[in-house]
């Protein structure tokens, strides 16, 4: 209880770099007429975030592996801020890929230390619910940061989001410095090391699970702003509000994924949330023209595919508890490929195909997820089976021997 608010204080300084991350989406459009590209190419914005996070990831947490937590995750705002100071002052395409590269290296160290603090300030059994409530924050960010970014965009400038965002960074360091205790680093681990983790088949597959939901999501979701205006047909007011009701949606769905784990277990969670998640998708491809249909969809979409979110990060950590730091670390890269890959196929599709086929493709991968995900219990299972059965035949010997 007496550390609980401060996992609440971290989720509200994720709120803040996720929106950071997510605002991009919600405002493409706006971004795009204003540095002189197409949506399409202003998508790939989120395709550099991604490919920066993941691919850089990994190697600061290695090389920052010693570094006390608190002043880690402090020294990662400091470069957030700078990011976004860059983001105001980008007067192109190119100095804004740049600045989007900043943001992902800082946001994916603070973000994988963040969880590993959560973790260790959370009392035992309620790990799936602490990291549920810094998912929470992300969440929130598509609750309040998302819309409202959209309307600053429409009436003044949409970088006068990021001007917000960057004074806030700097309150959330003072922050930080006088509520969260100091946590030690951990020892270094080379990126081989970190990597070998992938040999193991029930890693792999878990991880391959973070791909193609992410995949399936981000392909959608990149270009929701475009989607819901061209192809349902929603004004601008509208889309604000829609954005606002997915937000609240997947503040609801974390929530809910955290207790459900701690109460049900990961493995109906997430197999259940999955299959939700991939049902919603081909609906909102059967119903995108009718924004009766629409609303609902994407509340129950946004729902169930941040339901998997806290599930997923508990159970990848359950797989490797002695290294759990990077287990997190490298759930972040495939996250974040995932994310990469969903917008870049996305923006392929809008132009080869049509806007309205990006929701068919986002189903077919998270239904691939719920399968990758069935799996890899299955092995968890069987795991658990065969170590019970060498327990029991070690435990029958010396009764055998004695008789």
């Keep these: 209880m007496r550390d609980s608010w401060k996992i609440y204080m971290l989720a509200l300084v994720s709120f803040l770099v996720g929106t950071s991350e997510n605002i991009i989406a919600g405002i493409l459009d706006r971004v795009a007429g204003d540095v002189g590209v197409s949506v399409a190419a202003a998508g790939q914005l989120i395709t550099v975030f991604s490919l920066a996070y993941a691919f850089g990831t990994p190697v600061l947490m290695a090389i920052t592996a010693r570094i006390e937590r608190r002043k880690l995750m402090i020294g990662a705002l400091g470069v957030f801020f700078v990011g976004n100071v860059i983001t105001v002052m980008a007067s192109g395409y190119i100095p804004l890929m740049g600045s989007r590269v900043i943001l992902a290296l800082s946001t994916g160290v603070f973000v994988v230390v963040a969880l590993t603090v959560a973790a260790k300030l ?14 929470m924050g992300f969440s929130t960010s598509l609750i309040v940061g998302v819309p409202l970014g959209r309307v600053i965009a429409t009436i003044y400038d949409w970088k ?47 991880l391959s ?49 955290g207790y459900s784990t701690d109460k049900w277990g990961a493995s109906r969670t997430l197999i259940a949330g999955m299959l939700l998640h991939s049902g919603v ?5 059967a119903f995108s023209q009718s924004v009766v ?3 609902p969809l994407l509340m129950l979409w946004a729902f169930s595919a941040w339901s998997s979110g806290p599930t997923q990060q508990y159970y990848l950590m359950t797989l490797a508890p002695e290294a759990s730091g990077i287990m997190l670390s490298l759930n972040s890269s495939v996250l974040q490929l995932a994310m990469a890959a969903g917008a870049g196929i996305g923006g392929v599709i809008i132009q080869s195909v049509s806007l ?32 019970g059965q060498k327990l029991r035949l070690a435990e029958a010997e010396p009764g055998a021997t004695c008789s």
């Design 122 to 135: 959370a009392k035992p059994g309620k790990q799936g619910s602490a990291i549920a409530t810094l998912v």
């Design 293 to 295: 249909f629409v609303f």
């Design 160 to 206: 006068l989001i990021f001007a917000g965002i960057a004074v806030l960074s700097l309150l959330a360091m003072v922050a930080i410095l006088r509520t969260i205790p100091k946590s030690e680093g951990e020892a270094p681990v080379p990126i081989r090391a970190q990597f070998a983790l992938l040999r193991n088949p029930q890693i792999s597959i878990a």
């Design 209 to 257: 699970v973070t791909f193609f939901w992410i995949f399936g999501y981000s392909i959608v979701y990149t270009y929701i702003s475009p989607f819901l205006l061209s192809i349902t047909g929603m004004g601008e007011r509208t889309v604000s509000i829609g954005l606002f009701a997915f937000g609240v949606a997947s503040l609801i769905g974390s929530k809910l994924g």
């Design 356 to 387: 309205s086929a990006i929701s068919w493709l986002g189903a077919v991968g998270v239904a691939i997820a719920a399968l990758m995900a069935a799996a890899s219990f299955g092995l968890s299972r069987n795991k658990s089976k065969n170590a």
């Design 281 to 285: 998708l081909f609906l909102l491809s």
